[in-house]
């Protein structure tokens, strides 16, 4: 079954603080694309990547960047030197090729809080 | 802006109504795509469509429907409304579907309180 975990419901850390938010998927897609959105407290969904199956090239954009692993099927978002506008909560998910509708499973979704 | 505008934005009504939620896509995308987001179940897929027909569905209840007119807007019709159905309903649209590299853009979400 095509599904996204995201263990971590909840991380609060202090700013410039270093945070890494996880992300485990399941799929039996052999070509499928994940995807990072965050949504701030405003209630908007933002994109912030897609990394598409065969590039496992680690992705690095200012202070975000993106691990994505094959083997452990995981695709890991840590931001650097965290600021207080990064607080939000940010979604994990994956697309569901198999359907062909390329709609996205999303995880559950991690809480991020940024302390001044 | 994203360019996905949803109306309206809150919405209060009691249990047993009806109630209709807009979309209208970013301009040059054929598809559109409904979710709903509660503490409860996260963000749960509802239904897509493309260039005015349904091509897939979601966990969306039988007292859930929606459609897309030519003009591309969408509309998702909400009877019989419960407690539990209290939630925030996204509407996104892509320019492709069926290769699973769609981004979907979403809009800033129609938020439905049931009393």
């Known amino acids: 079954a095509q599904k996204v975990t995201q263990a971590q419901t909840e991380i609060s850390v202090v700013e410039k603080e270093d945070v890494t938010l996880d992300c485990v998927y399941e799929?039996?897609?052999?070509?499928?694309?994940l995807f990072w959105y965050k949504q701030p407290p405003s209630g908007e969904l933002v994109f912030l990547i897609r990394?598409?199956?065969?590039?496992?090239q680690n992705e690095i954009s200012g202070r975000y960047s993106w691990n994505f692993q094959k083997s452990t099927s995981s695709f890991n978002f840590t931001i650097t030197a965290s600021q207080v506008v990064d607080s939000a909560v940010y979604f994990c998910?994956?697309?569901?090729?198999?359907?062909?509708?390329?709609?996205?499973?999303f995880g559950q979704g991690t809480e991020l809080s940024v302390k001044p | 802006d994203s360019g996905v505008t949803q109306t309206p934005k809150h919405l209060i009504t009691a249990t047993g109504q009806r109630v209709t939620l807009r979309c209208s896509p970013r301009?040059?995308?054929?598809?559109v795509y409904w979710y709903q987001q509660s503490l409860d179940q996260g963000l749960q897929f509802l239904i897509q469509?493309?260039?005015?027909?349904?091509?897939a569905k979601g966990n969306i209840l039988e007292r859930f429907s929606a459609q897309q007119f030519p003009d591309l807007h969408s509309e998702l019709n909400l009877s019989s409304l419960e407690l539990g159905d209290s939630a925030l309903y996204f509407c996104?649209?892509?320019?492709?579907?069926?290769?699973?590299?769609?981004?979907?853009?979403f809009g800033a979400g129609s938020r439905l309180t049931v009393l």
């Open positions: 990394r598409n199956s065969f590039d496992e």
């Open positions: 799929t039996r897609d052999t070509t499928y694309y």
């Open positions: 996104a649209s892509s320019k492709v579907v069926g290769t699973g590299a769609n981004v979907l853009t």
């Open positions: 998910a994956l697309s569901d090729v198999y359907n062909q509708g390329g709609k996205l499973i």
């Open positions: 469509y493309y260039n005015g027909e349904e091509r």
């Open positions: 301009s040059g995308d054929l598809s």
